[in-house]
């Protein structure tokens, strides 16, 4: 969100006269528009940013309610499906741009739990889970969520380990995963392999997950079963394993000088909630399950920023809407543009719902007058006296 005041580079003397906003700055951490870029240039012995967008305002971190089971698609009589609200803001707050990303969101977070609102599946951006899991992901666990992630090319593939465990991108897997399933994304992104091989490695990683024994205790800690334990794969460290069913994947364990990891040598191991707390989370990553609830709760967040962002209506990114300095009065005339926005995405969803078996209130289509194509000539339409 720009302010009205005008912003100041951080190394001069002056001040800017609205010192609770901050710099914007798409390139790395967004919050230091002193540092350079990777791709920054050199003329004339000096350097040149060449940024696409630096602005001074504040960071709006929203939190928006969204049912991630349905996708929202009107009935076949165009009627919006009365089970599927519009997503809405629900809790917000304000802060210097890239200065505090997670403990922004686990204060907006902690205010929607407080006002009773459950707790289900929470996306965010890559900013989240990048920021240190005490931060963010350890509070929102907490809290009960169930964190949904994407990751960067360089985040992909084996992530953590814990008693010979492996977190694989956000999900633990027998350390006897093949090497082809392990690489799956990042052979795609390698163009290696197509989409539709990458999909069958995805679904050829399931049975080789450790399988949950109980819920997490409330310090996070949570007892999971090795795979061939539960019956999901064949191990020859397992030899009970062996035989149950010829149609189950057989695990092909290195063998290492000091023994069996743990995890190979027991039943069950423990895996306590720091490990791999940056980039653990709840669904697997890549799969049908995954793809529907990440993107769906993504793109109502983006769908909402463009909506409030529109300039006939709350238009919360021009600073001509607000101007006045100081985080706090900023905060309380964007909670009034908010709550406008969820009023009016609320009332354009009913419009469009089927009261009592009538036909829903439809807007005419506006069109500009225009002459019919029947009266044109190539001198021009004829005119009727």
């Given at each position: 969100?720009?302010?009205?005041?005008?912003?100041?580079?951080?190394?001069?003397?002056?001040?800017?006269?609205?010192?609770?906003?901050?710099?914007?700055?798409?390139?790395?951490?967004?919050?230091?528009?002193?540092?350079?870029?990777?791709?920054?240039t050199k003329k004339n012995g000096k350097r040149q940013r060449t940024a696409a967008k630096a602005m001074f305002g504040y960071d709006a971190t929203l939190a928006i309610a969204r049912n991630p089971h349905r996708d929202g698609t009107p009935r076949?009589?165009?009627?919006?499906?009365?089970?599927?609200?519009?997503?809405?803001?629900?809790g917000f707050t304000l802060d210097k741009p890239g200065h505090a990303p997670g403990p922004n969101a686990i204060?907006?977070?902690?205010?929607?739990?407080?006002?009773?609102?459950?707790?289900?599946?929470?996306?965010?951006?890559r900013a989240y889970n990048n920021t240190v899991p005490d931060y963010f992901q350890l509070p929102a666990r907490a809290l009960s969520y169930q964190l949904v992630f994407d990751y960067r090319q360089d985040q992909l593939g084996i992530q953590a380990?814990?008693?010979?465990?492996?977190?694989?991108?956000?999900?633990?897997?027998?350390?006897?995963?093949?090497?082809a399933l392990v690489t799956a994304t990042t052979d795609l992104h390698a163009e290696a392999i197509d989409q539709e091989t990458r999909t069958r490695r995805i679904a050829a990683r399931i049975p080789f997950q450790?399988?949950?024994?109980?819920?997490?205790?409330?310090?996070?800690?949570?007892?999971?079963?090795?795979p061939a334990a539960a019956g999901h794969v064949q191990c020859p460290l397992k030899p009970t394993s062996l035989g149950r069913d010829p149609r189950l994947p057989l695990a092909d364990p290195q063998p290492s000088p000091a023994g069996p990891a743990k995890i190979c040598a027991q039943?069950?191991?423990?895996?306590?909630?720091?490990?791999?707390?940056?980039?653990?989370?709840a669904l697997p990553y890549g799969t049908a399950e995954w793809q529907r609830t990440y993107f769906r709760l993504r793109n109502s967040v983006e769908s909402f920023n463009g909506f409030a962002k529109d300039p006939i209506y709350e238009a919360i990114e021009q600073p001509g809407r607000r101007r006045i300095r100081g985080i706090a009065a900023q905060a309380l005339l964007l909670a009034f543009q908010l709550a406008h926005a969820n009023r009016r995405k609320i009332d354009r969803w009913l419009d469009t719902l089927s009261p009592d078996g009538h036909p829903p209130h439809r807007?005419?289509?506006?069109?500009?007058?225009?002459?019919?194509?029947?009266?044109?000539?190539?001198?021009?339409?004829l005119t009727t006296k």
């Amino acid at each position: 969100m720009r302010t009205y005041s005008r912003g100041l580079r951080t190394t001069g003397p002056d001040l800017a006269t609205d010192p609770d906003a901050g710099w914007y700055f798409r390139e790395g951490d967004h919050r230091d528009p002193d540092a350079l870029p990777a791709h920054s240039t050199k003329k004339n012995g000096k350097r040149q940013r060449t940024a696409a967008k630096a602005m001074f305002g504040y960071d709006a971190t929203l939190a928006i309610a969204r049912n991630p089971h349905r996708d929202g698609t009107p009935r076949p009589d165009g009627t919006a499906d009365p089970r599927v609200p519009p997503g809405v803001v629900t809790g917000f707050t304000l802060d210097k741009p890239g200065h505090a990303p997670g403990p922004n969101a686990i204060r907006v977070l902690a205010d929607v739990r407080r006002r009773g609102h459950p707790a289900g599946f929470l996306a965010g951006d890559r900013a989240y889970n990048n920021t240190v899991p005490d931060y963010f992901q350890l509070p929102a666990r907490a809290l009960s969520y169930q964190l949904v992630f994407d990751y960067r090319q360089d985040q992909l593939g084996i992530q953590a380990g814990t008693a010979g465990a492996q977190l694989i991108e956000g999900t633990w897997y027998c350390p006897a995963l093949p090497s082809a399933l392990v690489t799956a994304t990042t052979d795609l992104h390698a163009e290696a392999i197509d989409q539709e091989t990458r999909t069958r490695r995805i679904a050829a990683r399931i049975p080789f997950q450790l399988v949950p024994k109980q819920h997490p205790d409330r310090e996070g800690h949570q007892r999971m079963s090795c795979p061939a334990a539960a019956g999901h794969v064949q191990c020859p460290l397992k030899p009970t394993s062996l035989g149950r069913d010829p149609r189950l994947p057989l695990a092909d364990p290195q063998p290492s000088p000091a023994g069996p990891a743990k995890i190979c040598a027991q039943q069950s191991i423990t895996i306590p909630p720091e490990a791999g707390a940056q980039q653990h989370q709840a669904l697997p990553y890549g799969t049908a399950e995954w793809q529907r609830t990440y993107f769906r709760l993504r793109n109502s967040v983006e769908s909402f920023n463009g909506f409030a962002k529109d300039p006939i209506y709350e238009a919360i990114e021009q600073p001509g809407r607000r101007r006045i300095r100081g985080i706090a009065a900023q905060a309380l005339l964007l909670a009034f543009q908010l709550a406008h926005a969820n009023r009016r995405k609320i009332d354009r969803w009913l419009d469009t719902l089927s009261p009592d078996g009538h036909p829903p209130h439809r807007r005419p289509t506006r069109r500009r007058p225009t002459r019919p194509l029947g009266s044109w000539t190539p001198t021009g339409h004829l005119t009727t006296k």
